[in-house]
């Protein structure tokens, strides 16, 4: 059981499990910092003595995987492993670096990470009920256009790939249904939100009071989730029959919007003020997204 279950068991929550999928090349920070920013992140109600919010697994074709800047990480699973035990986890998480060339060189069905996301997704449309969020940071969301789970969905990444992140999702919407996605310039995009604040947008934690210039105007609504403080409910009907059975799908732009959209999901699936403590003892500045497509609008 997760930290967002339904029924906690004797009133405390289990740590939330995250994923993150290793490919040859990844980029070291794309993994450390969205990886770090989980750890630091406490629950006070957490059942585990030492309170962490987040339990952090690492997957790859070999038991060990070295970063694009030449870090080796020991692998806690190869890829077959991670997708027999799939439905233990809450967000699997896709980092960027060497995603270009990986793609240019492979088959897609010989690229590991896009049969995990497609089968996490298959998951997903399974059984709407659960909340299971599908992460990228940086280019790995290259990986998610190429396999065509972003159509209907807006969605971003590093700034240098705009061009080729848009080709590739126009190619999957003509190989399929012919449903676009929405490229957006921001530091992440959240789609599928699960809990809507309330009407008073403009104390709402999550997204940005203004919207910085762009190239393209951003759609979003200006509303987000968070689960301690939500309002109601969100129809699981209605859930359901939402791209990827209303799968929270968050892809972020380079390397440090990988933190923003850390802090958002640490905000959204712990408290905001955990998420809050997390930015302070980074010493960072939270930097907010968008957030599309919620169940609440």
Request: aromatic share 8%; with cysteine.
């Amino acid at each position: 059981m997760s930290a967002i279950a339904e029924t906690p068991v004797d009133g405390k929550t289990e740590p939330i499990q995250v994923l993150f999928l290793l490919h040859e090349g990844f980029d070291t920070v794309d993994f450390t910092g969205p990886m770090e920013t989980f750890w630091y992140a406490k629950n006070d109600d957490i059942s585990k003595p030492e309170g962490q919010a987040f339990v952090i697994h690492t997957v790859a074709e070999d038991e060990r995987v070295i970063s694009n800047q030449g870090i080796k990480i020991k692998a806690d699973m190869d890829f077959e492993e991670a997708e027999d035990r799939l439905d233990e986890f809450d967000i699997l998480a896709i980092p960027g670096g060497n995603v270009v060339a990986l793609l240019d060189s492979k088959a897609l069905d010989d690229l590991p990470t896009v049969t995990i996301a497609k089968a996490w997704c298959a998951l997903q449309k399974k059984d709407p009920s659960r909340e299971r969020t599908l992460f990228s940071i940086c280019t790995g969301s290259l990986f998610l256009a190429k396999a065509g789970l972003l159509q209907g969905l807006s969605a971003t990444t590093h700034p240098d790939h705009y061009t080729k992140f848009e080709i590739l999702c126009q190619e999957a919407a003509k190989a399929d249904s012919l449903v676009p996605t929405n490229v957006m310039e921001e530091r992440y995009v959240v789609n599928n939100a699960r809990f809507d604040l309330g009407p008073d947008l403009d104390e709402n934690p999550f997204i940005l009071s203004k919207k910085p210039d762009g190239r393209r105007p951003s759609t979003a609504r200006k509303g987000s989730d968070a689960w301690k403080l939500s309002r109601r409910r969100e129809s699981l009907v209605r859930r359901g029959q939402l791209p990827l059975g209303g799968m929270r799908v968050i892809t972020a732009g380079g390397i440090t919007a990988g933190l923003d959209a850390t802090l958002y999901l640490i905000g959204a699936l712990v408290t905001i003020e955990a998420a809050k403590k997390v930015a302070h003892s980074l010493q960072y500045v939270w930097n907010k997204g968008v957030t599309v497509e919620g169940i609440d609008v």
